[in-house]
């Protein structure tokens, strides 16, 4: 992940932990409801967390009864917050860059990585690395920006009074970096379609146990009417895989 990136930007971190914690955002109801439903047991588990931000999935884990868990992140401002809301002894942080971070072989039963990945440049070596830092069996899950999303900046159609009313898709097949803005910053993504991510993990030897685009049910829609635009398109893929 280049260090031009605003992961590293104070007043892009103090937007982002601010969405995050907002209600009526997507990412809690869809994409970490989804992931969590995807777990293992995590009691007496090691866990890893790649691409961890301020730490959410670490707590998350202890609070569950793993027993050993790391998070990674290149973003210093991201592992500060990170700290500051952690207060679990079985947690570690670690800066790094998880675009070449060296791992060490059979040491996690689980990885995680929540909406990270679209950021890596070369998707098989970090495949590779993930496998090889699995014990046998070990599972791995994650999410990404949905394909559909990453193919192009912007594909929302409105109405006449502005609202979103579907999207457009378009160089869905040409893969590859794509420049865009995200919180007014400036943001590298790297579009891939679902089969390549598939692929890719079979490519390795990964097993591929669940795969999930989800979107509103009826009963989010019913508590926040604001995410009926979600139903447009699936916001996030999320695969499930094992490393046997």
Known sequence: MPL??????????????????????????LDKRTIRALLP???????????????DFCRYAAAN???????????????????KHTHQSNIKYILDDIEDVVLPAQEFDLVHSDLTIHYISDLSALLRRIHKTLTPGGRFIFSVEHP??????DGWILD??????????????????????WLEFP?????RKVETYLSALLEVSFRVTAV???????????R????????????????AASSS
């Open 65 to 83: 009864g793993a027993a050993k868990v790391v998070g990674i992140d290149f973003s210093e401002g991201m592992l500060e917050a990170a700290h």
């Open 148 to 153: 559909i999303k990453t193919a192009q900046d």
């Open 41 to 55: 047991a995590l009691s007496g588990r090691s866990v890893l967390d790649l691409g961890c931000g301020w730490g």
């Open 4 to 29: 031009k990136s605003p992961f590293q930007d104070s007043r892009f971190i103090a937007r982002y932990l601010s969405l995050r914690q907002q209600e009526g955002n997507p990412t809690e109801p």
């Open 160 to 181: 006449s009074k502005g609202l979103k009313q579907a999207w457009r898709l378009d160089a869905y097949g040409q893969e590859g970096a794509r420049a865009t803005k």
């Open 187 to 191: 943001i590298t993504k790297y579009h």
């Open 224 to 239: 926040l009417p604001s995410m009926q635009y979600e139903t447009a398109r699936p916001p996030f893929l999320i695969v």
């Open 212 to 222: 999930k685009e989800p979107q509103p049910t009826s009963d989010d829609l019913a």
